[in-house]
Nanobody, 123 residues
Framework: QVQLVESGGGLVQAGGSLRLSCAASGRTFSSYSMGWFRQAPGKERDVVAAISWGGGATYYADSVKGRFTISRDNAKNTVYLQMNSLKPEDTAIYYC????????????????WGQGTQVTVSS
């Protein structure tokens, strides 16, 4: 089992950047694929990005390609989401998630979730 804690959210102006972190407990972090998801008010939860165990494979939603970068540091049990060129439509609660299998872009295939961190982008 793994516990996930997100941090790094906040208020930023459009065009700005934020870096989210997700710290995982446990000694088997490198066995998990990780994903970032987000949920805006009144909307369904959407995938943002996913990364494989070793970080060699990454996947992105079309809406964030070229702007966001997912990465991980298995020595620190942490996955990151670097968000650049932020837009007001990126405003949402951002969640990280883990699954003990190959990465997927489907939220219902992840087993463990963090509590989320709020990102607000002002215009």
């Amino acid at each position: 089992q793994v516990q996930l804690v997100e941090s790094g959210g906040g208020l930023v102006q459009a065009g700005g950047s934020l870096r989210l972190s997700c710290a995982a407990s446990g000694r088997t972090f490198s066995s998990y694929s990780m994903g970032w998801f987000r949920q805006a008010p009144g909307k369904e939860r959407d995938v943002v990005a996913a990364i494989s165990w070793g970080g060699g494979a990454t996947y992105y939603a079309d809406s964030v390609k070229g702007r966001f970068t997912i990465s991980r540091d298995n020595a620190k049990n942490t996955v990151y989401l670097q968000m650049n060129s932020l837009k007001p439509e990126d405003t949402a609660i951002y969640y990280c998630a883990a699954r003990r299998s190959i990465p997927t872009m489907k939220d219902n295939e992840y087993d463990y979730w963090g509590q989320g961190t709020q990102v607000t982008v002002s215009s």
